[in-house]
């Protein structure tokens, strides 16, 4: 009996080796020293796939997608678009003067505005999951099995806040894997041989979500180089230049950036801005961060170097 039983045992072992060897996770890379970073917030996914279960479709989405965007350590993540409208509805809310007033209390015209926003549309979704969790239970010994797989298909959209227009978009298929069965103790679970044949549902749709947004924040990741990375001289004091991006944004002691004056191409028939034109004045370098400035010193440009001048990376 225990020769049967060991050898079913090893059996489903071997199984459960096998099929998560063949499931690969999404990885994310992490960023590079001195990385410098985006304000990005995301808008809700519209659910056209037409999928219901027991959560929202396009909330959990965007959910995951805010979470796995600030653990990535790429961006400055701001709340998402509800978020944000019920920060902007406190706002209001406490210069009505309905409230107490105090240093606390939520001022207007403080909100970190978004450079780059996420968006997009699931556009399909297939669940096979069926009753996912069976099996049995032996001396504490549980091996049960988790059945079917989804699929999920999005389309998401990279956009400039400031123009409107689209930077990059793709389209994804995100899968939850197969994940056979399953080995577990429970010390204190010491009778017989038990059925466990009900279960619950395994969410595979919510895994396939995780992995559709693994493969979406890789994407994001890849557009960064094609977009300028810009701040602004905020205060210039002696021999101190104080720059309106900090420790938030990556900004490091050491860091250099380039400073001049942008000219704006501006299209005189749509008065749409097609691109900038900068005049290099000198070159600064970071000597002190906080969380949303940092203090330079000249390195070349002298006098020249005043407030309100716009300031870039060094390989730009």
């Known amino acids: 009996m225990k020769k049967i039983?060991?050898?079913?045992?090893?059996?489903?072992?071997?199984?459960?080796?096998?099929?998560?060897?063949?499931?690969?996770?999404?990885?994310?890379?992490?960023?590079?020293a001195g990385n410098l970073r985006y304000s990005i917030t995301v808008t809700k996914f519209k659910n056209e796939a037409g999928w219901h279960g027991r959560w929202n479709l396009g909330d959990g989405f965007t959910t995951i997608m805010t979470n796995i965007l600030h653990k990535s350590g790429w961006f400055v993540v701001l709340g998402d678009t509800e978020m944000r409208k019920a920060a902007l509805h406190e706002q209001d809310f406490a210069a009505s003067g309905r409230t107490t007033k105090?240093?606390?209390?939520?001022?207007?015209?403080?909100?970190?505005?978004?450079?780059?926003?996420?968006?997009?549309?699931?556009?399909?979704?297939?669940?096979?999951?069926?009753?996912?969790?069976?099996?049995?239970?032996?001396?504490?010994?549980?091996?049960?099995?988790?059945?079917?797989?989804?699929?999920?298909?999005?389309?998401?959209?990279?956009?400039?806040?400031?123009?409107?227009?689209?930077?990059?978009s793709t389209d994804i298929i995100g899968k939850s894997g197969r994940k056979g069965f399953t080995l577990g103790y429970h010390g204190a679970d010491l009778g017989g041989l038990t059925g466990n044949v009900g279960g619950q549902k395994k969410d595979n749709v919510g895994k396939a979500a995780e992995d559709a947004v693994g493969q979406a924040v890789q994407f994001l990741i890849q557009q960064l180089e094609s977009i300028p990375w810009e701040g602004s001289v905020i205060l210039v004091k002696g021999d101190k230049i104080i720059v309106n991006r900090g420790t938030r944004e990556g900004v490091q002691v050491g860091t250099k950036f380039k400073v001049g004056s942008v000219e704006e191409l501006v299209d005189p028939d749509t008065g749409e801005v097609l691109d900038s034109e900068m005049t290099q004045i000198g070159s600064i370098v970071v000597t002190q961060t906080k969380e949303k400035i940092a203090y330079c010193k000249e390195e070349t440009g002298g006098a020249a170097i005043t407030k309100g001048m716009t300031i870039f990376t060094m390989n730009r």
């Open 102 to 168: 105090g240093k606390k209390s939520p001022g207007i015209g403080r909100m970190t505005p978004a450079q780059l926003l996420v968006r997009g549309s699931i556009t399909h979704v297939q669940d096979t999951t069926s009753s996912g969790r069976g099996g049995f239970n032996f001396k504490g010994i549980n091996i049960g099995g988790a059945a079917g797989e989804a699929e999920m298909n999005i389309t998401i959209y990279l956009v400039d806040s400031e123009t409107g227009q689209v930077k990059a």
């Open 5 to 32: 039983f060991f050898g079913v045992v090893s059996f489903f072992v071997m199984q459960t080796i096998l099929v998560v060897t063949a499931y690969t996770q999404t990885s994310i890379p992490a960023p590079p």
